[in-house]
């Protein structure tokens, strides 16, 4: 069975598909499929289709919500046994529910693990291979997570953490391509993360940085300057002393902003420091607040 989040969401069972249409069901497979292999609590259930206003028979209603999954993804509509469960199937578990996927079956778990492959290259110093292993891992994005799905807290902030993770191993693979010679190409890229991510200043150090190795000198201040106004406006901050630095350097012709003159030469493009984690109040894309 092929599960798929990162987009649409879809269930796929040897060419039929089994994806839930009612928005409830949906909500519930995706908060299921977050926590694949891992205890969904009732309460957790609750808070996330109905928030903090459940009606009185919230709990009926996910019991009936699950027995009509497992109807839908081909189980035993009425089991509710405890043990371990075949391939995705939905098992209760320990006052909740537990949907067992297999290793391969879910879209987001091998992203995961293709990006972690990926980044074990770049540590070893295997930059092309690292970047092409990363950009490999990009394309089984099909659009925004759960797009097309009802989305409350527990979603909310587990979508949260999946597109941070996703937006730094992008920087990871930006970087290992400037560092590669590679700064022509990743222009535009860059120019589209950083409308949509105004205020993220390594985004915006990686695009100065490829503006000034392709001679375009203006339009890398200028992109300093876009920094500055969207930090003041949507945060109330001044950009840090790291990126102050750069364009400090870009004024300044700074040799060591010049390009690679081969692939084995590196500069550090930890210009603006890591991006820190988000950090959501409710549970995560780590197990939903679930060990993981």
């Known amino acids: ?12 069972d040897d060419g039929i598909d089994r994806t839930p249409s009612a928005p409830k069901q949906r909500q519930m497979l995706a908060l299921l499929l977050m926590n694949a292999n891992h205890v969904v609590s009732m309460s957790q259930f609750v808070e996330e289709l109905w928030e903090y206003s459940p009606p009185s028979s919230a709990v009926a209603a996910v019991h009936t919500y699950v027995m009509q999954l497992r109807r839908t993804l081909g189980g035993r509509p009425n089991s509710a046994s405890p043990g371990p469960a075949g391939p995705g199937q939905l098992t209760t578990r320990d006052q909740g529910y537990v949907l067992r996927v297999e290793p391969g079956e879910l ?46 807290p527990l979603l909310h902030a587990a979508i949260a953490v999946v597109e941070r993770n996703r937006l730094d191993a992008l920087s990871r693979r930006i970087s ?35 503006l000034y190795r392709s001679g375009r000198r203006v339009d890398a201040l200028a992109v300093f300057h876009r920094l500055r106004h969207a930090l003041r406006d949507e945060h109330g901050a001044a950009p840090s002393p790291r990126i102050q630095q750069l364009n400090t350097d870009i004024l300044a012709a700074h040799p060591r902003l010049d390009a690679p003159s081969m692939p084995q030469w590196r500069l550090s493009l930890d210009l603006v420091g890591p991006c820190p984690p988000a950090e959501p109040s409710s549970p995560t894309r780590s197990g939903a607040g679930l060990p993981r």
Not at 1 to 12: A, E, I, K, N, R
Not at 116 to 139: I, T
């Open 176 to 210: 290992a391509d400037l560092d590669l010679g590679r700064h022509h190409t990743l222009i535009g890229e860059l120019s589209s993360l950083s409308l949509e991510h105004t205020a993220d200043e390594n985004l915006a150090a990686q695009l100065m940085l490829a």
């Open 1 to 12: 069975m092929d599960f798929c989040v990162l987009g649409p969401l879809s269930v796929v």
């Open 107 to 152: 879209d987001l778990d091998v992203y995961e693990d293709e990006v972690r492959s990926a980044r074990n290259s770049l540590d070893r110093g295997a930059l092309s291979r690292g970047a092409r292993e990363l950009r490999a891992a990009q394309q089984r994005w099909r659009g925004q997570i759960l797009v097309d799905v009802p989305i409350g």
